[in-house]
């Protein structure tokens, strides 16, 4: 490789893992799995350790992931924090070369563990000493914090942001239960900064995805993005409805203590009641080190035994550091990682599991597609044992040549839901076949014996290829999901339907859509056999009487609950919500100039990038169509402009951050996809009539918008920051919205009020500066209830996680 061809790879190499750190530590949403990214990273170190000129300061591998928030008040950290380093994986031969997986992979941890040894020589000859103690611990796979506490009292809490300055989220830390507020020690240190990690526990993560995805809404795709993306939340009374806790090794910048060693922080820290790691070792030396990590760490190589089963949270390695911390001032550190402290991986915990595919069943959803599921000889994956894992579809079956008899990689890695990563190809057994789902199903719905057939759908990463059930309306398991999503909870919350009773219903024809609950009529569902012909077992009259009354207090329920009730594709709980907040009813949703603004500036988006004179990839061939081009160009470019005014005034938009090439660019409440999706239904057969039947049935449901330009707060701008007690944000916008006014997100001259709750953010700063009025919780609250939208009483509650109110306990 030239030094130019390297230049170029390294620039890329940058753009990418920039671009990867931003979905990573500022949206919470990773593209590319953890391994993708470290692959990509190493690439980026191997190239600056050829070509030193390349490294410049602002490389990613000389500073830390991440950057502050937007809507937090920053904070300088006295004591950088900062990441760690990694013991590099030893090279290893591929799968052909050495079958033995099992032993192959204790060969490479072995090498690596050589690398330990290595790392311990040279710190001896730094330092001049024959032997150094060392504390091995987990490496924690969450969020990193840090918390202060000033005579004991918890007083801030911040993220590691750039690794020097970090953002205040006091607030979003004081919700979760094991950080004490109060340290439980007599005479505390004047100050004392923790560190740790946020986390939340497997099996808490596993129930918040079943909920978000209940709810229509993107599960997040392990434990450590949904950490990140709860953290930086910025309402804490959201925070303190996710199961988050923490947990704490190392301290910051201290007065009045002082700590000789690491183990002596691990004690102190647990002795003031702070949350520590059930276990660490402390050893004598490497060797005792390495003896600890046989035993205690890999048992052996017993993946069943080792570590990972024995903690509430994930890890993903283990941190050996260096015992005694006066010698620390003496390790030179890295650019981005102290030298007192390494981690190592074990090869296993990284690499994916190996199974067999014993057979693929196909399940039908709620809009009739159909997914493969893989059934799997149970298998140990990452802390946990699984026997399924999902297939994706047909394509992604086909594109991996999966078939049933294989031997196949497994990964949780990065991913809620284990998947078939690939297939080992010298294990396959003779007589396999390719995979056909078609052919598997013999052409028909497994559920309904309906025709299939190959369609595009929008997931959350964009358009796919499905076959679905065509039988829309016949399908008995498209209907059971239905119903089963109509009476939910967070849909109409009609107690009793669900699982057993929807199948029923739907079987015996009493139902066969969702508003056919409407027609019930009570004798019919107490007489409803949920059992067999042979051991009837029946509904009875007092559950039918009460799902009677359910749905008739359903009636006056508000339009984000039906809209969502609905199950538009694409249409989770959010975006229900945020489009009832802008619409008077249903009919003002199904011919939404809002919606339709949306969808249309999308396709404005794609057509200025076709015709754009100045593309690089696709350029003007001759003066003509330059000019030609450029003129369609600044068509459209106005209509953008427009249509995104528009939506912007009605504050359904914000003007993006950064547009591509000057074009305007607007973030709107709810994306496009969505929005063609509602259109789609309305227009549809189906929406038409759900519209014709509600109308038929009196059910009116009401949206948070009154006509515009209408109410007492007509005309004003208000802009929310910091949190209110009474009301989320979301709460407070509807009520603004409700009399008339309108919400921005950044102040302004144009602003008229900032609401400001507590802990605001640098809005109120602005505001001052401005000169814009601030009301405090009292005088926004007077205000709404001079506008008429707030009864004169006492503050709304919410039920909160356990019934009690919303605000977070430790407030
Ligand atoms: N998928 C993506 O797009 C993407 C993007 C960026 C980063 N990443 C992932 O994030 C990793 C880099 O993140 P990072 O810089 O935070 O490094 P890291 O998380 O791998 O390690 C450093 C951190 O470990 C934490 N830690 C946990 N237990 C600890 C203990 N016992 N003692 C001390 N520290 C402990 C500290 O918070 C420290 O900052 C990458 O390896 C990659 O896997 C992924
Ligand atoms: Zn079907």
């Not at 900062?82 to 070369?97: V, Y």
């Not at 192959?104 to 001896?124: A, F, G």
């Amino acid at each position: 490789m030239t030094l130019a061809e390297a230049r170029a790879r390294h620039a890329q190499l940058v753009r990418e893992i920039r671009a990867h750190d931003h979905a990573y530590y500022v949206e919470a949403r990773p593209i590319i799995s953890d391994r993708e990214y470290d692959r990509l990273f190493q690439e980026l170190l191997d190239l600056e350790r050829q070509f030193p000129e390349l490294v410049t300061p602002d490389s990613p591998s000389q500073r830390v992931g991440g950057e502050p928030l937007e809507g937090f008040r920053r904070v300088r950290h006295r004591v950088p924090m900062l990441s760690l380093e990694k013991i590099r994986p030893a090279d290893h031969p591929t799968r052909a070369e050495e079958p033995d997986d099992a032993r192959r992979k204790q060969r490479q941890d072995q090498n690596t563990l050589n690398e330990l040894r290595t790392w311990d020589l040279n710190l001896r000859k730094q330092l001049r000493v024959d032997r150094l103690e060392y504390v091995l611990e987990p490496k924690v796979d969450g969020v990193s914090i840090s918390v202060h506490f000033e005579n004991g009292r918890f007083v801030l809490g911040v993220t590691r942001g750039d690794g020097s300055t970090g953002d205040d989220i006091t607030a979003n830390l004081r919700t979760i239960r094991s950080i004490p507020l109060v340290l439980s020690v007599k005479d505390p240190p004047p100050y004392l900064e923790v560190r740790g990690e946020a986390y939340m526990a497997q099996k808490d993560f596993e129930a918040l995805n079943r909920q978000l995805e209940s709810a229509g809404e993107e599960p997040f795709p392990n434990a450590r993005n949904a950490t990140a993306g709860t953290l930086k939340l910025l309402d804490p009374r959201q925070v303190a409805r996710r199961p988050l806790r923490a947990v704490f090794y190392g301290v910051g910048h201290c007065e009045g203590v002082e700590f000789r060693t690491h183990a002596e922080v691990l004690e102190t820290l647990r002795r003031f009641g702070l949350p520590t790691q059930p276990c660490w070792w402390l050893c004598r030396d490497m060797e005792h080190l390495l003896e600890v990590y046989h035993r205690e760490v890999v048992a052996n190589y017993d993946e069943t035994r080792d570590l990972r089963t024995r903690l509430p949270y994930e890890i993903d390695g283990i941190v050996i550091k260096v015992n005694d911390m006066t010698l620390w001032p003496r390790i030179p550190a890295r650019a981005r990682a102290p030298g007192y402290a390494i981690v190592h991986k074990p090869i296993h915990w990284i690499e994916p599991a190996e199974t067999v595919l014993k057979g693929i069943t196909v399940q039908v959803g709620r809009t009739g597609v159909l997914t493969p599921v893989a059934e799997l000889e149970p298998v140990f994956v990452q802390g946990s044992t699984i026997s399924r894992a999902t297939l994706h579809n047909e394509d992604e079956i086909r594109r991996k040549d999966i078939r049933i008899g294989d031997t196949v990689v497994i990964r949780k890695a990065g991913m809620v839901i284990p998947e078939v990563v690939e297939v080992v190809k010298s294990k396959r057994p003779p007589g396999t076949r390719p995979f056909d789902l078609y052919e598997f199903v013999g052409g028909r719905c497994p559920a309904c014996g309906g025709p299939i057939a190959k369609e595009p759908i929008a997931t959350g990463e964009g358009q796919e290829v499905a076959w679905r059930c065509q039988n829309v309306a016949g399908c008995p398991a498209q209907k059971i999901r239905r119903l089963e999503f109509f009476t939910q909870r967070k849909a109409l919350d009609i107690e009793g339907i669900g699982g057993i009773v929807a199948e029923k219903l739907i079987e015996s024809g009493l139902v066969d859509e969702p508003l056919d609950l409407y027609e019930l009529k009570l004798e019919d569902l107490a007489r409803l056999n949920l059992g067999t012909a042979e051991a009837p077992r029946v509904f009875g009259e007092k559950n039918a009487r009460k799902v009677l009354e359910a749905l008739e207090r359903a009636r006056s329920l508000p339009l984000a609950r039906w809209l969502f009730a609905l199950a538009i594709p694409n249409v989770g709980e959010v975006t229900a919500h945020d489009i009832a907040s802008f619409h008077e009813d249903l009919e003002s949703v199904a011919r939404s100039r809002l919606l339709q603004g949306v969808v249309r500036l999308e396709e404005i988006a794609r057509q200025a990038e076709t015709v754009n004179p100045n593309s690089r990839k696709n350029p003007p061939q001759t003066g003509t169509e330059f000019r030609r081009r450029a003129e369609q160009y600044e068509a459209l470019r106005r209509e953008a402009e427009r249509i995104g005014k528009e939506l912007v005034e009605a504050g359904f938009a914000r003007p993006a951050a950064r547009s591509e090439g000057g074009f305007p660019a607007f973030v709107t409440r709810v994306g496009p996809v969505a929005a063609r999706s509602v259109l789609d239904y309305f227009a549809s057969p189906t929406g038409r009539r759900v519209l014709e039947r509600l109308r038929a049935l009196k059910i009116h449901p009401r949206g948070a918008r009154t006509a515009s330009g209408q109410g007492p707060l007509a005309g004003k701008t208000f802009v929310l920051t910091g949190t209110l007690a009474a009301w989320t944000r979301e709460e407070a916008s509807e009520l603004i919205r409700k009399a008339g006014g309108h919400v921005a997100s950044s102040v302004s001259k144009n602003t008229d009020y900032v609401v400001a709750g507590e802990s605001p953010g640098s809005k109120l700063d602005k505001a001052r500066a401005l000169g814009v009025p601030v009301l405090d919780e009292a005088a926004f609250r007077k205000l709404l209830i001079e506008a008429g939208v707030l009864e004169n009483a006492h503050p709304t509650s919410r039920p909160g996680p356990g019934g009690g109110t919303a605000q977070p306990e430790l407030f």
